[in-house]
Structure formats: C-alpha cells, structure tokens
C-alpha cells in the first residue's frame, strides 16, 4: 500500500495515519519524507519504508509485488501519487515485478498500455465512491456489471473482491468480461473452495498466501490466519 507524503515521497503505508503501526501520530500526508524516516516502527525498526526501497529488495527475487494505489485527499494528490508510481517501477526497471492494484480506477487508467499489470480493488463502497445502492439492478451477486465494465475500460486485468462477496454468479460474469477474479481477505482455507465450487476464482491477495488453482488443488505458505476462525459462508 502506498500513499504520498507532504512533500511528494512515495511511502509504504496501509492507514491513511502512522498512529497505529508506528510510535508517530499524523496523517502520511501531513508529514514529511524526513519526519517518516524518525519514527519507530511497531516492530522495531525505525523509519517507513519508501517504494523504492521495497522495490530494491525484491527485484533480483523474482518476486511480484502488488502496489495498491491508495486512497489521496485530493483529485490533485491522487493523480501526482499514481504518476510517481508509475516513474518509479520505470526508473527501477520492475515492470514484470509489479502489479498495480486500487479502488480507484482513475489511478488505474495511467497504467492503460504501458505494459503494467494492473488489477481493480472492489469493495462494498468502492467505484470511485459512489455507493453499491446505486447498482441494485444491474448487481450479479454483489459485484455491480457497471463496475466490471468501467474496469476494463482503463486496462485492468483482474477484479480483486473480498472473499465474503464472491459467488459462482460473479466469477462466471467476470470470467465473460474477460477479467481474472482474485479474492482477498480470506482467513482460512476452506472459505476458498466453498463459495465457488464450479467456478473457483484465479488467485488470492493480501493476508494469506493463497493461489487457488481448482477446486481441489490449493497451495498455501505458513499463515497465523489459518488458524483464525470465520464465519461460515
């Protein structure tokens, strides 16, 4: 997750405030890139950690990584944060080592044919923050047609949805649209096969190291998630 400093630096950031994962308070984008580099992270280590350098330890890996485009308080912020992302993964040569991910797909459309994969983030709010009510008839399953459509209008590969709004239906339609179907937030393993027996979704995002590949072929890295409870589906 990366959000935009005060003065233009391109952090690594899930809250839109350091005050829980750090020893600091404010807003990311309140703060300076010096003043982020003096707090204390939960875990010890001092500093948050900019694109650039998470970039520089994953590049001769062959892993990927999936940048999510946060949420900025601007139109303005939002589009100078997709930009700077978008020269950064340039200048560091990793445009097969990322993929750009948001709610936002206005920051997705920057991305359209340069070679950058890029998947839309879809929550029960999301589309540009209009709210789900809107698409009560024209909703397959809780996934707004609407939104899958404005999707691949600005590139997008994928629609990454939450588990617990996932259904055959939804799969099935992305599928049509052409789109891969990732779900996130997903505790335990066996919520990943239940919902979409018929149709399982491409691959998982976020918490648990999860790629689904058939109903019945699942691989998975050592998680404290897996041994979280959820409801049941």
């Known amino acids: 997750d990366v959000r935009l400093t005060k003065d233009g630096e391109v952090m690594v950031m899930h809250d839109s405030t350091i005050n829980r994962t750090t020893n600091g308070s404010g807003k990311v984008s309140d703060l300076t890139f010096s003043q982020l580099q003096n707090v204390r992270m939960k875990n010890g280590e001092v500093g948050v950690p900019t694109l650039r350098e998470i970039l520089e330890i994953v590049k001769d890996n062959n892993k990927r990584v999936n940048i999510e485009i946060k949420d900025e308080n601007t139109p303005q912020r939002q589009k100078i944060l997709a930009e700077k992302v978008f020269q950064i993964v340039n200048e560091m040569n990793a445009k097969n080592n990322v993929v750009i991910s948001s709610f936002l797909l206005e ?29 009560i008839e024209s909703t397959t ?40 179907v990732n779900i996130w937030h997903a505790p ?11 149709s399982p979704p491409d691959g998982q995002t976020g918490r648990l190291p999860v790629r689904c590949v058939t109903p019945s072929e699942v691989s998975f890295g050592a998680s404290p998630f897996l041994q979280r409870r959820s409801p049941s589906i």
Do not use: M
Not at 188 to 198: G, Q
């Open 107 to 135: 920051s997705l459309a920057l991305f359209r044919n340069t070679g950058i994969r890029t998947e839309a983030l879809f929550w029960h709010y999301s589309d540009q923050g209009r709210l789900l009510t809107e698409y």
């Open 141 to 180: 399953k809780n996934i707004p047609k609407r939104y899958i459509h404005e999707a691949k209008s600005v590139g997008a590969s994928a629609i990454n949805v939450p588990y617990d709004l996932i259904s055959k239906e939804a799969v099935d339609f992305i599928h049509s649209a052409g789109l891969e």
């Open 188 to 198: 335990l393993i066996h919520d990943l096969r239940f919902p979409t027996p018929k």
